[in-house]
């Protein structure tokens, strides 16, 4: 990538994204992560307090994915702090603070916590799928809360806020709507679907301590397309799209339905941190081989 | 990737004390190497362990009762109870371009030593072992080491219950003297890997291999919960096995490490 990409107001050196809750709990691992081609690195969510989590086994791997809940364990804001400055000394990568809160309130009192200098852009978790013996639904099925978690993040931080959803919620364009009329600056789109359970066949217990899961990985690339083609109709902020890309060509869907950046998440898993810098290798030389120009792309679908 | 998809199999055998045990599972032919580990779930606890015998059919796990999973898998998992393995997950001790090694075990480091000697008589090549541990029945299990001709195998204890009292790191100075060791492989309490490799470095500079352990959550390279300061790299995926000369330059390695929650603790 020669040039930078605007998104949000914010210079991205490199066009795709490191997904939250994935090589995000210490600045050197975001650090790392970022010299494998990642141009934005989103840390795990940060909630307010410190959150154990829940106990392990908290992921498992089947044969097209992944589910996990490792039920948003945070070292709290203070901990956070230090590491996200640390990545923000360290590396040229645009820092996107991870927030999560079980009331609207935590949300903006943990932005607020957040020292603004440590990151460039807060990204709202309000649809994490593995917490809802804890804190029910999540705010990420309405359109009413969801709206209502934004406006109220809004007045926490002069710096660009983005939301992150779930496929959960049949309409997430009504979602994605709600949440630019109560003022983010972009979307990220998808969080895990399901949540979703495996069983073991010999001791007929659910593979999971939580039972339960978010389903990432290769799986649920065709639901995160079509999410991020519904949200690019929906709303006209940028949109991070993301969900079981680990291939250039998933990648390129995803930016041609409308997406201005890609994540990768579960991807490592399957190709390593070196996954940024080959999808970003592969996306120059199919825009060169179409003679087309990286804006151009951006939401393709929709022009034809 | 089928090795990262767990499957269950039956324990059929158990042997060891009260704190600590060894359990067998028959899991068949599976390109294992000493210095990997398996995560190990029983009963929704689930912990990294290292492999501590592997003969072609049959994988044992030695496990220290040290927290809450271990200390459950120890006082309840009995004889036909069904665990979750998932592995063989990292990477492994090199030994292709080595003859002559020397091996230290402290604590239940003493597990993937005992393999890695095992693994390294069967091909004849010569290892001299230096086991450390607070008392010598935690070392029993490896007691049929010595039975091989390749092996040479010293036990060190806290209490002087076995063969000779104090450090394990009392005995290299003879073997490197005696031996032409052309690298060394470790396992065990940071601080005394520090010692052992301080110690080692004065008399030779050939190659020290560690095995390290970190808090994992996922074992599979994804989650970050076992990255090393400053060096971002992994113990699950980029280890468990790294170089000293590495290792040294990370922050951690002796000083501390990070709980489940991701939160710093001094060693």
């Not at chain 2, 210095?35 to 606890?45: P, R, V």
């Not at chain 2, 496990?63 to 004889?79: F, Q, S, V």
């Amino acid at each position: 990538m020669t040039h930078t990409i605007k998104f949000a107001g914010v210079n991205f050196n490199r066009n795709g994204v490191l997904a939250s809750g994935i090589l995000g709990v210490t600045g050197s691992s975001m650090i790392k992560t970022a010299q494998g081609g990642a141009g934005g690195i989103t840390c795990k969510s940060i909630s307010k307090n410190f959150r154990k989590g829940h106990p392990t086994p908290v992921l498992q791997v089947f044969k097209h994915g992944v589910i996990n809940a490792v039920g948003l364990s945070s070292t709290g804001v203070d901990n956070s702090n230090n590491e996200l400055r640390n990545v923000k000394n360290n590396s040229d990568a645009v820092v996107i603070a991870s927030v999560f809160g079980g009331t609207e309130i935590e949300f903006k009192e943990t932005i607020e916590e957040l020292d603004s200098s440590v990151y460039d852009i807060i990204e709202l978790n309000i649809s994490c799928p593995n917490v809802a013996d804890e804190f029910g639904h999540a705010f990420a099925n309405s359109p009413h809360s969801a709206s209502n978690v934004m406006r109220i993040a809004r007045s926490a931080t002069n710096k660009p806020i983005i939301v992150k959803l779930s496929p959960n919620y049949p309409n997430i364009g009504l979602i994605a709507k709600a949440c630019e009329d109560a003022g983010a600056d972009g979307i990220t789109a998808i969080n895990t679907v399901g949540p979703g359970m495996l069983i073991d066949i010999n001791t007929f217990q659910p593979k999971l301590t939580n039972k339960v899961g978010g389903v990432s990985g290769p799986a649920i690339l065709p639901i995160a397309i079509r999410a991020v083609y519904d949200i690019y109709k929906a709303v006209t902020i940028p949109i991070i799209g993301m969900g079981g890309i680990t291939e250039v060509e998933d990648a390129i869907q995803m930016i041609a339905v409308g997406a201005q950046l890609y994540g990768v998440g579960t991807g490592i898993l399957y190709h390593g941190i070196d996954i940024f810098n080959t999808i970003n290798t592969g996306i120059d030389e199919y825009l060169r081989e179409k003679n087309l120009q990286y804006d151009d792309l951006v939401g393709i679908v929709h022009k034809q | 990737m089928n090795n990262l998809i767990e499957k269950s199999y039956k324990t059929f055998r158990v042997d060891g004390c009260t704190d600590q045990k060894t359990f067998y599972f028959k899991i068949g032919k599976v390109d294992i190497k000493p210095g990997q580990f398996y995560m190990l779930n029983y009963n929704n606890s689930q912990k990294p362990f290292s492999v501590s015998h592997y003969d072609g059919e049959n994988i044992g796990f030695t496990i220290l009762k040290r927290g809450n999973t271990t200390l459950h898998m120890i006082e309840n998992a009995k004889i036909g109870d069904y665990f979750g393995l998932t592995g063989p997950l990292g990477n492994s001790f090199h030994t292709e371009q080595y003859t002559n090694f020397l091996l230290i075990g402290g604590g239940v480091g003493a597990a993937p030593i005992y393999f890695l000697s095992e693994y390294l008589s069967k091909i004849n090549k010569k290892n001299s072992v230096l086991f450390g541990s607070r008392t010598s029945s935690l070392c029993d299990f490896t007691h049929n080491l010595k039975s091989n001709k390749s092996a040479t195998v010293s036990y060190y204890t806290d209490d002087n219950s076995g063969e000779n009292q104090g450090f394990v790191t009392n005995g290299i100075e003879e073997i490197l003297q005696k031996e032409k060791i052309d690298t060394v492989c470790l396992c065990g309490p940071e601080k005394m890997m520090i010692v052992a490799s301080e110690k080692i470095k004065k008399f030779t500079s050939v190659p020290i291999q560690i095995s390290m352990e970190r808090y994992m959550k996922c074992g599979i390279g994804i989650c970050g919960s076992c990255v090393l300061d400053d060096i971002g790299l992994r113990v699950c995926a980029d280890g468990p096995v790294f170089d000293y000369e590495l290792l040294i330059t990370s922050k951690e390695f002796g000083k501390y490490h990070r709980n489940s929650g991701g939160l710093i603790e001094k060693f």
